[in-house]
């Protein structure tokens, strides 16, 4: 037990990336304390989309299986035109020289909190604690010390490492101080989740499609029971506007013939608006910030909880490292190039994936021609460029 005696590491927020961050630790024998504000995880539907790399983390922590097998495995992207003719086509099989995962998985990140609560309960050394918010954290000397609100009242609960996991709002990065400059985008997106088979409406529909018009375009991703058709909202439509259902319809007839979309077959539509920050450092002394406490960027592409999932992996890699002997400056250094991966990579690729659609199509279409080119293009849809390298199997960090 590389830290026997030692506090433990506390863990603020019980997202995917904070459990990520816990599983990582208790796997490799380091006590960790998670403290989640909510009163039970969120079951709320957010993140739909596990990449490449992301897949490989989790079949490291031992819960892969389970999501692939509950999840929905996406190899062909399609690209249409508003005659649902086929603009270009990539098949993610191109990968199968450079990652055990050529695909990407359809998968609720709800279900993957879920699972990892589960294994996490099993594992001497880990806790979680629901209905306690951390309102505050220090940092001084090899301590760090968490300010928490139970309903019973206040505490001060002394770790080793803190990890502020606590999503975009972070309370531990806003008490420490670290300017976090939320840019709202100009569009908003407006979700539909619909039970019908959209191939009954667009004939060969690949999971993951993106039709094209004059105007716009909207995304399609089949879900393991059901598709989500994601619209963006301009900014002078209002939410009210944007929820009330004849708009909705406008919306989807510039996509679909709406005599065979089945309304009767929608479960759900929301709005939600979507912003790009940078926290303006991901480190103070003993404190790191991981996932949407540090970084946040638009949805296309499915990136932000993916890039969140692999600062949890990197950085308290390097931490399980240094805790068995292994030289500070590989934690300094993995969490600078986490922050770096945020600003230089993250937000500017998602950036381009909503700044010009007929610039975008364009580059679409021209990669898909060319097998290079298109693997190219996979390799960084993928975030492969991106992520931080993962042990093969067998040689787990926890192992
Ligand atoms: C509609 C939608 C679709 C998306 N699709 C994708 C996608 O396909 N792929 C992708 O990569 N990303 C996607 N995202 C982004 C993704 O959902 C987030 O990046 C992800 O949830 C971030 O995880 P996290 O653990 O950092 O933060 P969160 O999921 O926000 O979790 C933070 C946790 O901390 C808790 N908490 C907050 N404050 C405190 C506190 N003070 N003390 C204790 N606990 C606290 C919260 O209750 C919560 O449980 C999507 C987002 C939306 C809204």
């Not at 230089?344 to 097998?371: F, Q």
Request: aromatic residues 6%; proline residues 5%.
């Amino acid at each position: 037990m590389p830290t026997a005696g030692h506090d433990p590491v506390l863990v603020a927020g019980a997202g995917p990336v904070g459990l990520v961050t816990a599983l990582l630790l208790a796997r490799a024998g380091i006590p960790v304390r998670v403290f989640e504000k909510r009163g039970a995880l969120s079951r709320a539907s957010r993140a739909s989309t596990f990449h490449p790399p992301t897949l490989a983390i989790l079949d490291e922590l031992g819960v892969a299986d389970t999501a692939v097998s509950a999840g929905r495995v996406v190899r062909e992207i399609q690209y249409r035109d508003a005659a649902h003719k086929v603009l270009a086509r990539f098949d993610m099989s191109d990968l199968a020289a450079e990652t055990p995962f050529p695909f990407r998985l359809h998968y609720e990140q709800a279900e993957l909190t879920r699972r990892i609560l589960a294994v996490l309960r099993q594992l001497p050394g880990a806790e979680v604690t629901f209905g306690a918010e951390v309102v505050g954290a220090e940092t001084a000397g090899s301590q760090v010390a968490a300010d928490i609100r139970f309903a019973s009242g206040r505490e001060k609960v002394i770790g080793s490492w803190l990890f502020a996991a606590d999503g975009a709002h972070s309370a531990v990065r806003n008490s420490i101080g670290i300017q976090f400059e939320e840019r709202p985008y100009e569009t908003r997106v407006l979700r539909v989740m619909t039970r019908q088979d959209m191939d009954s409406v667009v004939p060969g529909i690949a999971p993951l499609s993106y039709i094209f018009t004059e105007e716009g375009s909207c995304s399609l991703l089949r879900m393991p029971d059901c598709w989500r058709i994601i619209l963006r909202v301009p900014a002078e439509i209002t939410e009210r506007q944007a929820l009330e259902a004849d708009w909705r319809r406008e919306q989807l007839g510039r996509f679909f013939s709406l005599s065979d979309l089945r309304e009767s077959d929608f479960i759900s539509t929301d709005i939600f608006a979507v912003s790009r920050a940078l926290a303006a450092e991901n480190r103070a002394g003993r404190i790191f910030l991981v996932g949407d406490a540090a970084h946040l960027t638009n949805t296309r592409g499915g990136m932000n909880m993916n890039c969140g999932i692999h600062d949890a992996y990197a950085i308290a890699g390097a931490l399980i490292d240094t805790l068995r002997g292994g030289p500070a400056s590989m934690l300094e250094q993995r969490a600078r190039e986490r922050h770096e991966i945020a600003r230089n990579e993250l937000i500017p690729r998602t950036d381009h994936r909503v700044a010009n659609a007929s610039d975008w199509l364009r580059d679409v279409r021209d990669c898909a021609g060319d097998p290079g080119k298109s693997r190219e293009f996979l390799r960084s849809a993928s975030m492969l460029d991106m992520a931080p390298p993962v042990k093969p199997r067998g040689e787990s960090i926890a192992g």
